[in-house]
């Protein structure tokens, strides 16, 4: 049991290792790269990024996929701006309604996926073109937001030492996953999913809620895209339907990178935030290497994408299935 | 090994009882053809100009024209797509094998002292070698597709940007420009190239074993293996067949505009060829295919696209209708919904829990 379990934790250990040198190569060659800021910007940058990929993680644990989330962020930057610009809405007020838009967004996924037994790539991918096109309904052009609220919660944040702040979005990044990890080993739901995602009829034959407890993962998945979305509002003052073309690939290869196989049950939040933090990383590295531009960048991602669902399923092979 | 025996003929059908008929396949290009057809009964109705076509210096243009130019890359995209998933698989790096092989050629034909078959070879070529790694990961290493094959997606737009430095290219090569612009016997080009990739693959699958070992390996795998069938090997070449079609997807493409933009090109195709495929009546669990579904997919879905922007809907708004396509075609495939409907006709509301 204890070996399973060992095994288990190797590919988070391994992501870890990967975190430790990648940051530890960049510290050694670069001054300046060590330091409070450039970690708070680690966080702060990638909060939006990091809030899905939590989201993601359970639809992943479960055996799932989530495809719609990019566009989903796309859609509640811009729905954020409008209501606030057009309707005059309080900020508060916008939020709260795009979040629970978000989530019923997500529900509605779960609910089709599950009462009707659809494979969750096809009605996530509807819904990936679904919500872009509606977030181009909206708008088709960025909006900027102006608001004295917004421009207030841009600048909280959690003063460190030497002048650093510990910034809002990195602060709500930091709580999302806080409670994606209660979530996951402390609570029932947590547990369910994984069991879910061990095997969904050995879960439904112990008497495990497998129906309610999907249309709750796709529900959980679009309020944290939506929550990315405000936070992206937040971060850039505007929104915008272009927003997060392809994020949700992104977001895909931080939870893989961070150990969770994409066939479910295995995996964990903690993995996540190192997979948001290698991917972070390295999109930092064009500001240090000079020539390590996009492209680079891509490279970088997909070579460690390979490397690590070859450990994965060398170490995974015995619960392999053909599919 | 007898080809009776892994005929997916029963089989095929064990995960869609309601199916179980022989009418099974005709019904199921039944349902695209008819929205094709409702379509092309609206426009009858209400926009009698789609149907024009005029002839211009001896070629043919027109809506019906652009329609089908328009779809020419889904179409190349979602032949390789459907053998793909017929083996059970997806192939998601096709946008990204696009924009490998468009911004070689482009980077090649730029130096000028390439001949146009040469290009041609180089980019069947690389198409070859992507998707021998993909096969390779899938067949071989055991990976699921989807991850698989999202490794290439992100690598190989890395590779693209790369070749080009991150910049467009503009492509002047004739014989490229050709394939994406020119016309023979007034008809254009790109249509040309898919009719004959479209019949060549059917050829290759209904006059041979081929289309019943893929149908085998995407039923059961391990029955197919153990009739004889080389799964793997079938598996290999499926991506490979893909990685070409995407490459031939990408010479159209940059003929046709004439430049590269390597971040740009092929992106989000992948999902439209899915898409086709689907809509054409492939499961994507794999098993049955039906090239001519996904042809008609394509179509499907690009006749509807270019209907509702006739009408005054913005392009930008092109990817909802798309979504309700395939939610469509998801909830008409289900035997759940089938069920829940057949038990509300009689009047008895005991749907299956």
């Known amino acids: 049991m204890n070996a399973i379990f060992r095994r288990q934790n190797l590919p988070l250990l391994v992501t870890a290792l990967v975190f430790l040198v990648l940051f530890g190569a960049f510290s050694v060659c670069f001054k300046n790269f060590l330091s409070l800021r450039v970690v708070t910007n680690l966080f702060m940058n990638n909060a939006h990024v990091g809030i899905i990929a939590v989201g993601l993680t359970f639809v992943i644990l479960s055996g799932g996929i989530d495809l719609s989330v990019g566009s989903v962020l796309a859609f509640t930057t811009i729905f954020v701006a409008t209501l606030m610009g057009k309707y005059h809405f309080h900020p508060a007020l916008a939020i709260a309604v795009a979040l629970l838009v978000g989530t019923l967004f997500g529900a509605g996924q779960g609910a089709l996926i599950q009462q009707y037994q659809l494979p969750p790539f096809l009605v996530t991918l509807a819904g990936m073109f679904l919500a872009r096109g509606l977030a181009f309904v909206i708008s088709s052009k960025e909006m900027a937001i102006e608001h004295g609220f917004y421009k207030a919660v841009a600048e909280l944040g959690l003063p460190l030492p030497g002048s650093v702040t510990f910034g809002f979005t990195a602060c709500v990044f930091v709580v999302v996953l806080l409670a994606g990890l209660w979530m996951a080993h402390l609570t029932g739901f947590g547990r369910n999913v994984y069991a879910i995602g061990g095997s969904e009829s050995s879960a439904l034959l112990m008497g495990l809620p497998v129906a309610r407890t999907k249309v709750q993962l796709y529900a959980l998945s679009g309020f944290c895209a939506a929550l990315g979305g405000v936070v992206f509002t937040v971060q850039a003052q505007s929104g915008n339907p272009l927003n997060g073309l392809g994020m949700e690939l992104d977001a895909i290869a931080a939870v893989v990178i961070g150990g969770t196989l994409l066939s479910g049950g295995v995996g964990q939040v903690a993995g996540t935030l190192l997979g948001v933090l290698i991917y972070g990383t390295i999109l930092t590295a064009p500001d240090y290497l000079s020539g390590f531009d996009s492209s680079w960048q891509r490279i970088a991602i997909g070579g460690l994408l390979l490397v690590f669902i070859i450990l994965q399923r060398f170490l995974s092979r015995a619960s392999a299935s053909a599919r | ?353």
């Open chain 2, 1 to 353: 090994m007898t080809k009776g025996d892994s005929h997916p003929t029963q089989g095929g059908f064990a995960a869609l009882p309601s199916f179980a008929n022989r009418h099974a396949a005709l019904q199921r290009l039944l349902w695209p053809l008819a929205g094709l057809g409702l379509l092309l009964l609206f426009n009858l109705l209400f926009d009698r100009a789609f149907f024009e076509i005029t002839m211009r210096d001896g070629n043919l243009y027109g809506p019906i024209m652009t329609v089908l130019r328009l779809a020419v890359k889904v179409m190349l995209l979602a032949t390789g797509m459907t053998l793909v998933i017929a083996c059970g698989g997806v192939d998601l790096s096709v946008g990204s094998v696009m924009a490998v092989a468009g911004a070689l050629v482009a980077h090649l034909a730029a130096q000028g002292t390439w001949p146009f078959a040469a290009l041609l070879g180089v980019a069947v070529l690389v198409a070859l070698v992507i998707g021998a790694f993909n096969g390779t990961l899938v067949a071989f290493f055991g990976l699921q597709p989807i991850v698989a094959t999202l490794i290439m997606m992100v690598l190989g737009r890395g590779v693209a940007l790369s070749i080009t430095g991150g910049l467009p290219i503009s492509v002047a090569d004739p014989g490229l420009l050709f394939l994406g612009r020119g016309f023979v016997a007034g008809i254009p080009v790109p249509i040309l190239l898919v009719l004959v990739v479209v019949t060549l693959t059917a050829v290759a699958c209904r006059k041979t074993a081929l289309g019943l070992f893929i149908e085998a390996v995407g039923d059961n795998e391990v029955a197919s293996r153990l009739s004889g069938v080389n799964a793997r090997g079938i598996k290999l070449l499926v991506y490979m067949f893909c990685a070409v079609c995407a490459a031939l997807a990408a010479l159209v493409a940059i003929g046709d505009v004439g430049r590269v933009e390597p971040d740009r090109l092929g992106q989000m195709l992948e999902l439209d060829a899915i898409t086709a495929v689907v809509v054409g009546g492939t499961v994507l669990t794999g098993g049955r295919f039906s090239l001519l579904g996904s042809v008609i997919g394509a179509l499907l879905i690009q006749t509807l696209t270019v209907t509702l922007i006739r009408q005054g809907m913005p392009s930008d708004v092109a990817p909802v209708p798309k979504a309700l396509v395939i939610i469509v075609v998801c909830l008409l495939q289900s035997p759940k919904l089938r069920a829940q409907l057949a038990a509300l006709r009689p009047g008895a509301r005991r749907a299956a829990a």
